[in-house]
């Protein structure tokens, strides 16, 4: 054979993707290779699945676009019982005049999973409100809760401040008329400190036991004492001549009647 004449028998014929150049080592050629033609089949396939849906679509919008003929079995059938084109369908003429229209499903969901996941979506919007109603519920009710705590806590402090207030007064005035033994222990703050620090058992005889008695319940005899013995009011900071001094210019014989 002439150093000239090309061998056909060589890779450059039998493969003409694969690189040849001088250098270059035998098994990076072949992957070189072996790479262009995976990449080069996977073009082909794309364009010819781009070809067909394309002609696909066009067959499509060309037929969509085209009235029916008396070529077509249903639209002949239709003639045959006397049907014009143009007019509605029925007996009256009042029915569809156009044909339903195509809807071509796209995805791999079967018939109805459009209605259920629509449904699973209303049913997780519905369970999201319903919880972001218990969830605001739940927060109005702490917030009420803790407002009546505070409420309850403030009036509690307001009612001791009173009932000192008033065990004071009713101490001064008692001693100003020579009553030198409060009406029951717990009428004066000095034998109530007294008391404390000593740790004797209260007087119970013609006493009520202020162990049962609240502060609230304290403050309101105290306070009736003071009104009917001594024409004071805590609230007031006065004293008045007599009981209808006190019952004509005293708001009342309570802490809200003096805030209104």
């Known amino acids: 054979?002439?150093?000239?004449?090309?061998?056909?028998?060589?890779?450059?014929?039998?493969?003409?993707?694969m690189d040849v150049r001088p250098g270059v080592p035998k098994v990076k050629r072949l992957k070189e290779s072996l790479r262009r033609e995976t990449l080069h089949k996977e073009k082909n396939i794309?364009?010819?699945?781009?070809?067909?849906?394309?002609?696909?679509?066009?067959?499509?919008?060309?037929?969509l676009q085209n009235s029916l003929s008396s070529e077509n079995k249903?639209?002949?059938l239709l003639q045959k019982m006397g049907y014009t084109a143009g007019q509605g369908l029925g007996k009256e003429g009042t029915g569809?005049?156009?044909p339903i229209p195509l809807n071509i499903k796209t995805d791999r969901g079967g018939i109805g999973m459009e209605e259920q996941k629509k449904r699973k979506a209303e049913e997780k919007l519905r369970n999201e409100r319903k919880r972001l109603q218990v969830k605001q519920h739940m927060e109005k009710q702490s917030l009420e809760d803790f407002r009546e705590r505070k409420r309850t806590e403030r009036e509690h402090r307001e009612t001791e401040g009173d009932l000192r207030k008033s065990q004071w007064a009713c101490e001064q005035l008692d001693k100003q008329k020579g009553?030198?033994?409060?009406?029951?222990?717990?009428?004066?703050?000095?034998?109530?400190?007294?008391?404390?620090?000593?740790?004797?058992?209260?007087?119970?005889?013609?006493?009520?036991?202020?162990?049962?008695?609240?502060?609230?319940?304290?403050?309101?005899?105290?306070?009736?004492?003071?009104?009917?013995?001594?024409?004071?009011?805590?609230?007031?900071?006065?004293?008045?001549?007599?009981?209808?001094?006190?019952?004509?210019?005293?708001?009342?014989?309570?802490?809200?009647?003096?805030?209104?």
């Open 1 to 17: 054979m002439a150093a000239e004449e090309d061998d056909y028998m060589s890779d450059a014929f039998l493969n003409p993707l």
């Open 179 to 260: 009553i030198i033994v409060p009406k029951d222990s717990w009428y004066w703050a000095e034998e109530v400190k007294n008391q404390e620090a000593e740790h004797d058992e209260p007087n119970t005889e013609g006493s009520k036991d202020d162990t049962e008695l609240t502060s609230l319940v304290k403050l309101e005899f105290i306070t009736s004492y003071l009104r009917s013995v001594h024409f004071y009011c805590i609230w007031c900071g006065t004293a008045y001549r007599d009981e209808e001094d006190i019952n004509t210019n005293c708001p009342g014989c309570t802490a809200s009647n003096h805030n209104e």
């Open 74 to 76: 249903g639209f002949a």
């Open 96 to 98: 569809r005049v156009e």
């Open 46 to 63: 794309l364009n010819q699945q781009k070809s067909y849906k394309e002609k696909e679509q066009t067959r499509r919008d060309v037929a």
